[in-house]
């Protein structure tokens, strides 16, 4: 009879067995996939240190290759079966490029242990005999203290006991003490099979030396896990073919986004490369921090096009694959889908074969409703209002001509929502627009993840955070390469106050989307919200630097350096914003901040009351005021101002996350009379 033993970790309402490789909640199962618990059982031994990523991939992935996103949806996935701990913080904690870390620390988990015995020989079967006397059997059982852990008993049943040593071995459960058995092999069957080993290593060498493999690309393509597609480039006349060549490259990046095994960076992380072509796909790719560069040029000839496309390896510049394509217009859709497959093959990605279907399913087989798309994608991406309603004009010429183009009604959705949520159409009108459009794109197809972030944005809109938190997780779960739907996710959770969370998806987004002003503006303000003013820096810097002309880019910068005690850099900002005719009120109100907080009363003074003067003309202004003047101790009026400024903003979603983050406010938060006040 041989002694072993099994090991479970309690933290409050959970349970980790790791015998059974089960969790449980208040006593009941969580469903987790084997490699989810794995990757749970290994985080919760680390607990109170950083697990490293690599060290979570060489213990479970250590045979295979598989991309870091894999493991980003395994975290994503326990960090929803989780929940959040008793005083409101994740379980699972993000350490930026580095891994993850169990917040909990080791004294906050219970390691119970179960001692019970495992029969060999006569004595199994004995217990089996009074198995089937009794229809179950009971576990020796021994109960003493160790390490301060009380041991307990269990009673199993047969059929359970057998269910559970049908699992395949888990790496990290403690080994149990091998029963002693009689040798298997005699003196002269081991000789036999050592000279058959000898044989079969001198046959090995033999082939090794004469079967040299050929150099080939599947071990430079070992090392892509990141792809960058962009925008094919218009050969001879121009005009709308650079928009059409955007459009090329969104449909391949659609296809391989849906594989989901290779981060993808999303059409609005290339966008920048219609105006400002790639020169250098090199030095482009090290810009949108890839692995590969898929590049094209296309020639228009009457109805035959001309294509030619090179996949280049980024790290030692060598060509993975290049083409050239010779068709006429109507077979676009066959040659786009055969060049997502070569993507495929030069980079040896296996599929499966719903994968393989996914790859085969164009959105639409009409020509006229597929360059219409392309349009509206084109100036979808550009966000400014006149273009928006253009992305909308050509959203619906597409569904004109293909009622069934679920991907079209998905852009008109996101198009309708954008316009609402930035104040350029009727918010109740455009919501309306979007949630009909996007739920026609789902009866279409319900794996569309745009659509879903379109009802998301939508949500986002009527301050419906938990809806919108739990479509965009949906989005997320389909489409997880798409930095819009992270930035998105990201400002949930900061106006639901998960802000380290927050944190965590604007990361993502500014992963996928490195060249994009307004993610690296959102990351820097959410930073901000962080304390983090000095990271906060670096991401506005780069923001303003991508799009100086942009109006607050310059803002945020100035509150990154005012915060972060460059209060000269954030003066000269602020006034530089005001010259170029900008956000001015926004600007003077900050100017009027920082001369208050660095003792420059009279001028704050001075902007204080003309700032009153516009009031009437630009309501925003009352929580401007509000801020002001409880810097200059003009309490009671601070107080009139901050409680207007929450009655007209009461349903502005920036306006809470401000209201709840802004380090501006932190005096006002302290204040209980205007703490009162503050929504919930």
Request: hydrophobic share 40%.
């Amino acid at each position: 009879m041989a002694i072993c033993e099994s090991v479970c970790y309690e933290f409050f309402q959970f349970r980790l067995d790791v015998e059974k490789q089960q969790l449980l909640k208040n006593g009941q199962p969580v469903q987790l996939t084997h490699k989810a618990f794995q990757i749970l059982l290994l985080l919760v031994q680390n607990s109170g240190q950083t697990t490293k990523k690599e060290d979570i991939f060489n213990a479970l992935w250590s045979d295979s290759f598989v991309e870091e996103g894999n493991l980003t949806q395994y975290i994503y996935v326990l960090r929803k079966a989780l929940g959040q701990t008793p005083d409101g913080q994740s379980y699972i904690e993000t350490v930026p490029r580095r891994g993850y870390r169990f917040t909990l620390s080791p004294e906050q988990i219970s390691v119970v242990k179960t001692a019970f015995a495992e029969e060999s020989g006569e004595e199994a079967g004995e217990e089996a005999k009074e198995t089937n006397a009794l229809g179950g059997t009971e576990r020796f059982e021994k109960t003493e203290k160790a390490n301060g852990f009380e041991l307990i008993t269990e009673r199993e049943n047969e059929d359970h006991r057998a269910e559970a040593e049908s699992i395949e071995e888990f790496p990290f459960s403690p080994e149990k003490p091998a029963a002693k058995k009689r040798p298997f092999f005699s003196g002269t069957m081991l000789a036999v099979l050592a000279l058959l080993c000898l044989l079969g290593l001198i046959a090995a060498t033999v082939a090794i030396y004469y079967i040299q493999p050929q150099p080939s690309q599947t071990n430079n393509a070992a090392a892509i896990r990141s792809i960058a597609v962009l925008p094919f480039k218009p050969i001879g006349e121009k005009g709308d073919k650079e928009k059409l060549g955007l459009g090329m490259a969104d449909a391949i990046i659609t296809q391989l986004s849906k594989l989901q095994q290779i981060e993808v960076r999303p059409t609005s992380a290339v966008f920048r490369y219609i105006d400002y072509p790639s020169i250098n796909p090199l030095k482009t790719g090290k810009e949108l921090g890839v692995d590969a560069v898929l590049e094209g040029t296309v020639q228009w000839d009457g109805d035959r096009v001309r294509v030619s496309v090179q996949l280049i390896q980024v790290s030692n510049e060598k060509s993975l694959w290049t083409e050239t394509f010779h068709e006429n217009i109507s077979d676009i859709f066959a040659f786009q889908d055969t060049i997502s497959r070569k993507v495929v093959s030069a980079l040896s990605l296996h599929l499966t074969p719903q994968q393989e279907r996914n790859l085969s399913a164009p959105g639409t087989t009409d020509h006229s409703a597929f360059q219409a798309y392309q349009m509206g994608i084109y100036f979808w991406n550009k966000r400014r209002k006149e273009d928006l309603f253009k992305a909308v004009d050509y959203f619906q010429q597409a569904i004109e001509n293909d009622p069934n183009y679920a991907e079209a009604y998905a852009g008109l959705a996101d198009s309708y929502s954008m316009l609402g949520f930035y104040g350029f159409a009727d918010v109740s009108e455009m919501s309306e627009k979007s949630r009909e459009a996007a739920e026609k794109a789902l009866s279409l197809n319900e794996s569309l993840g745009a659509a879903y972030l379109a009802l998301g944005n939508t949500e986002i809109i009527n301050n419906n955070f938990s809806k919108a938190k739990e479509l965009l997780e949906r989005a997320i779960v389909l489409s997880p390469y798409n930095a819009s739907t992270h930035q998105r996710y990201g400002f949930v959770l900061l106006a639901l106050k998960r802000l380290d969370e927050a944190v965590q998806e604007m990361r993502l987004a500014q992963r996928y989307d490195p060249l994009s002003p307004a993610i690296n503006k959102a990351l820097c303000n959410v930073l901000i919200s962080k304390r983090s003013f000095s990271e906060a820096i670096e991401y506005c810097e780069r923001a303003s630097g991508l799009s100086p002309e942009t109006p607050g880019n310059r803002l945020s910068l100035a509150h990154a350096y005012f915060h972060g005690g460059r209060y000269e850099d954030a003066v000269s900002q602020v006034n530089t914003e005001i010259k170029s005719g900008g956000m001015v009120n926004a600007a003077h109100s900050s100017l009027a901040y920082f001369y208050v907080k660095s003792g420059r009363f009279a001028e704050a003074k001075k902007i204080y009351e003309h700032l009153k003067q516009e009031l009437k003309n630009d309501a925003s202004l009352n929580i401007d005021l509000a801020v002001i003047a409880f810097a200059l101790g003009k309490k009671d009026e601070a107080y009139e101002y901050f409680k207007k400024a929450v009655e007209i903003n009461d349903s502005n979603p920036s306006m809470r996350v401000a209201l709840a983050f802004d380090p501006s406010l932190d005096e006002i938060r302290a204040d209980p009379r205007f703490a009162a006040l503050m929504p919930e």
